[in-house]
C-alpha cells in the first residue's frame, strides 16, 4: 500500500512541476508580447477648416504570438523637440459646443490586437496658436528641412497571463516636409 502511494505521490509530484513549468512559459510570452508592441506615427495633418486643428494618425503593431488588449492611451506631440500639445490638454477653442469628452472617447481603445496585426489610430488635438507654432517651427529650420515630429504615448493594456493593468509607454518619430502657408 506504500508504494502505491509513493508512485501516486511521484506522479502528482510530476503533474505539479509540468504545470507550474507550463505556468511560467505562459507568464514569460506574456511578458514578451507586452514588449513587443511597437508604436508609429504615420502623419500629422493639419486641418485646413480649422486653424487650430492637428490630426495626428497612429500606429500600433503588435510583434508577438499572443493577442494584447489595449484599454486606453494618452500622448504628448512635439515638434522640432518641443511639446506642444497632447491628449491631456485643456484647450478646446472658443466654442461651447465642442463635446468635452472627446478627448475621454477619442483616447479609449478597448481592443484586443490579435498577434502581428496593427491597429490604425486618429486623434484630433485643438492647439493654441497653431499657425504662429508651425511659423515659428519653419522659420528656424533651414528651407529644405522637414519637420520633425515625436509622439511620446503612454498605452494602458490588460497584461495577457496576470490580467492586470499595465502602463507601457512607446515613442515615435517622423518627418514631414514644411507645410506652404494659407493663402
Known amino acids: 500500500m506504500s508504494r502505491i502511494a509513493h508512485i501516486l505521490l511521484a506522479v502528482l509530484g510530476l503533474a505539479a512541476l509540468a504545470a507550474s513549468s507550463q505556468a511560467v512559459s505562459n507568464y514569460v510570452s506574456s511578458l514578451e508580447s507586452v514588449r513587443s508592441l511597437e ?4 502623419q500629422v495633418r493639419r486641418d485646413r477648416d480649422d486653424n487650430a486643428r492637428l490630426y495626428i494618425h497612429f500606429r500600433i503593431h503588435n510583434r508577438s504570438q499572443l493577442p494584447v ?17 497632447g491628449s491631456g490638454s485643456t484647450w478646446r477653442q472658443d466654442d461651447p459646443n465642442i463635446d468635452l469628452s472627446l478627448y475621454a472617447r477619442a483616447s479609449t481603445i478597448e481592443h484586443t490586437l490579435p498577434p502581428f496585426e496593427s491597429l490604425d489610430l486618429e486623434f484630433p488635438l485643438h492647439i493654441f496658436q497653431l499657425d504662429q507654432i508651425l ?4 522659420e528656424a529650420a533651414l528651407p529644405a528641412k522637414p519637420l520633425n515630429w515625436s509622439a511620446e504615448a503612454g498605452f494602458r493594456l490588460i497584461h495577457p497571463h496576470t490580467r492586470d493593468e499595465r502602463l507601457l509607454r512607446l515613442q515615435a518619430a517622423l518627418e514631414t516636409a514644411p507645410q506652404e502657408p494659407d493663402p
Open 135 to 138: 511659423a515659428g517651427a519653419q
Open 69 to 85: 488588449r489595449l484599454n486606453s492611451y494618452f500622448f504628448d506631440i512635439l515638434l522640432n523637440g518641443d511639446r506642444i500639445g
Open 39 to 42: 508604436l508609429e506615427l504615420t
